[in-house]
Every structure is written in C-alpha cells, then in structure tokens.
C-alpha cells in the first residue's frame, strides 16, 4: 500500500474515530407545504442515561405475522 492511500484512508475514518458531535438544543424542521404554509417536526435528542435505542427492523417486521399463502387453493 502506498503512502497516499494510507493518508486518504486515515482522513476518511477520521469522522468515524471522534463519534457523534454533542448537541446543545434541537431545532425543529420546518417543511414547506404546497399550498405556501409550514408544518414544523419537532426533533428531540435522546435523553442521556436512558436506553432510547432505534428498534429493531427484524423484531417489529417479523415474519410470524405475516399471512402465510395457502397453495391448496
């Protein structure tokens, strides 16, 4: 491996090495709408010390409720 690749390797993990920044106070995102007025979403940090963790695409979309396909028919 050359010495270039080793540098452009090192600056792209970099962001990946310092983790997410810190934020101070979480702005809601306004959209417009069509017809020239704005929703607002409000966006709220996860509370520190509390487990608020996204959930799960396989334990919500499992596959034991889905309707199964009856081939009798």
């Not at 452009?8 to 007025?37: D, E, N, Y």
């Not at 695409?57 to 009856?70: E, F, N, Q, V």
Request: aromatic letters at 2%; glycine letters at 10%.
């Amino acid at each position: 491996m050359n010495r270039f690749v080793r540098i452009a390797t090192g600056i792209a993990l970099l962001p990946a090495m310092t983790g997410p920044l810190p934020v101070a106070a979480a702005q809601p995102l306004v959209a417009p709408l069509c017809s020239g007025g704005t929703v607002q979403i409000p966006i709220r940090a996860p509370t520190p010390g509390t487990s608020e963790a996204p959930c799960c695409a396989k334990g919500c979309h499992s596959g034991s409720r889905r309707k199964r396909l009856d081939r009798t028919q």
